[in-house]
DNA sequence: CCTTGTTGACGTAACGTTAATTCAAAATAG
DNA sequence: CTATTTTGAATTAACGTTACGTCAACAAGG
């Protein structure tokens, strides 16, 4: 690996000559003729900066994790994208970082953390990130931006509550009475559970309490059976995972239940998946890919000393994909 | 942060003891009171190694990138986690890319590679490399590990071959007769084709031709449509990829066949979600956390300048999960 | 008592950058 | 023609580690 020192050498020049045309730096000037030769030099030795000599020099990685709690999870895929997206725009590299290996007694963050090897993170919060984790997340020195949800720490969120009304008024503008809300546990269920209750309420309905079975198929499956077991069964749910929709289909058809002729089922959060399901699940879209972008931005204002430009994202709004999984009820049944 | 220097002088000895004490160097040596007193130090400065001074000084980030095609394809969950566990006992992080990042112009790759942010890349190439990639990623320094499947370069499989004959025999094995293989373009789905093919054969049926139609749902979905166009239609298929089989269910629901008992299904690759679609998909399991596991110690076989240990993962085989989607043909039809 | 070996440490030169400082030569001003 | 400014560059001190070489003090052996 050719260094500085050696397009130096072979362009008969110094080294802060290769140091200022590598980095443009205006400080250090030089001939345009010296600077085609440092750049025919550099060419002909293939040099390339060494990331990790600048890094130390310059105490700044371009590098920044994410970390997510179950990384394979479809709804990250826009979000990843957005990350890494908006990172490249500044130069920098996403290291992406599963919760497993998070635990509080795990190496993983304090080593990204406190040994200098990134210059911020962004954390997926939901289910993740109890007391323990947070007091040593605050010991460090990097900044941290939570990605849904904290109450202490710079965070940045998409509208959920929003989400769950949308579902909801969906549905009762399908004329539907007795409609549930499948949800799993922590805050952002909570948020969604709150915009169906504000929905039912706009329309005059008595909301049912919040099913909280969890995250993923098997919560879905446990919510559905679970919905079905009250006096008057619903006619439409609302599922507040989009794993959990798969679950709440498999379910239905166990039981016999047919979709949507006899249960109308919205979903919050859209992936690709939900629309290669039978039924395909109408479904809220949520704006994850802006997610990504507007957490990074707002992640490298906290790295600039900025400050942070947090909150909720309501441009694009949660949109409403319309398919085959929810229909108007045509028999009023109360 | 403290350094090493501050922690020298609060315990009063050289830089180079402290060194010692963080990596326990044989090479210098102390009294056990010393030790503790530096450990002590340490504890009190809240002393972290930076990892970046650390790597320029040894050549060696402790890094190591994998880069898949499509990182929220679910096949890539116990990959990934073979891969971090793995890299974890090296005392490693995983830098995870997407493909996208990977285009031939993008400086993604070269970044990692050539300004020595990595110590080596995983590859999963299927789809992927192109004889551009190859020559560029050839000219780079580090060593490159592919993951299915590259012809000049250090490789390891798992037993695709294997999981085709696999899955058509346990068809075969059902009494059905026409069985018809949907695949993909590439290498994978090739070596799959070729299992199904000698499977047929060891039976005395003659295999259809491999139905081409790519990944995912889509794929599935048009591969279905095609197998039933041709005379015979068949009684069972065997879909090369696991998210095609989501495809492949949807046609037939759209198409009005109902599985399993008109059609017989079996995947190759089993995810947690094939268990929770109706109905739920019979496949073959493919030891991908062993992939990820042995992906890992090949590459650091590399590292170390030792001959890589590649080849065909056979331990644990390819297993077939039996669920709902393929039952025994009871009326023989020819 | 001198020699040799061992213990316990210290000094320092890298690793490849960046940027502050310095400085000679050329250009311009008075 | 001298004084001053500008141009074009060179030197060098960090950044935080690691590991090589050195060395004093003490112990053991002859």
New binding site residues.
């Given amino acids: 690996?050719a260094?500085?020192?050696d397009v130096a050498r072979a362009a008969?020049?110094?080294?802060?000559?290769v140091?200022a045309v590598?980095?443009g730096?205006s400080?250090?000037?030089?001939?345009e003729?010296?600077r085609t030769r440092v750049l025919q030099a550099m060419q002909q030795l293939g040099?390339?900066?060494?990331q990790t000599?600048?890094s130390?020099?310059?105490?700044q990685t371009d590098m920044i994790a994410m970390i997510l709690n179950k990384l394979d999870n479809p709804v990250y895929g826009p979000l990843r994208h957005g990350v890494y997206e908006a990172a490249a725009e500044h130069g920098a590299t996403v290291l992406l970082g599963d919760a497993e290996t998070m635990r509080s007694g795990s190496q993983f963050l304090t080593r990204l953390l406190s040994q200098g090897t990134v210059d911020g993170i962004l954390i997926r919060g939901e289910g993740l990130l109890d007391d323990d984790v947070m007091t040593e997340l605050s010991s460090h020195p990097k900044p941290i931006l939570i990605l849904e949800h904290a109450l202490d720490h710079p965070w940045i969120d998409v509208d959920d509550r929003r989400a769950g009304e949308i579902a909801t008024r969906f549905l009762v503008n399908l004329r539907h009475r007795h409609i549930v809300f499948v949800g799993g546990s922590g805050y952002l269920s909570q948020q969604r559970y709150l915009g169906y209750q504000q929905a039912m309420d706009a329309a005059g309905l008595t909301p049912a309490p919040h099913l909280a079975t969890g995250f993923g198929e098997q919560a879905g499956a446990d919510g559905l059976r679970q919905a079905m077991q009250a006096a008057t069964a619903p006619t439409a749910i609302v599922v507040n995972n989009i794993m959990s929709a798969v679950g709440v289909l498999a379910a239905a058809r166990d039981l016999g239940i047919t979709i949507p002729d006899q249960l109308s089922v919205v979903g919050i959060h859209d992936v690709d998946l939900m629309r290669h399901l039978r039924p395909a699940v109408t479904a809220v879209r949520m704006p994850m890919y802006q997610l990504g972008r507007a957490g990074v931005e707002a992640l490298y204002d906290l790295i600039a000393g900025r400050p942070s430009a947090g909150g909720v994202i309501t441009d694009p709004e949660p949109e409403l994909v319309v398919r085959d999984s929810a229909t108007a009820l045509t028999r009023i049944r109360d």
Same sequence: chains 1, 2.
């Fill in positions: 690996m260094t500085q020192r008969g020049v110094s080294l802060a000559v140091s590598v980095n730096t400080h250090t000037r030089m001939k003729s010296t040099y390339q900066p060494n000599a600048r130390l020099r310059l105490n």
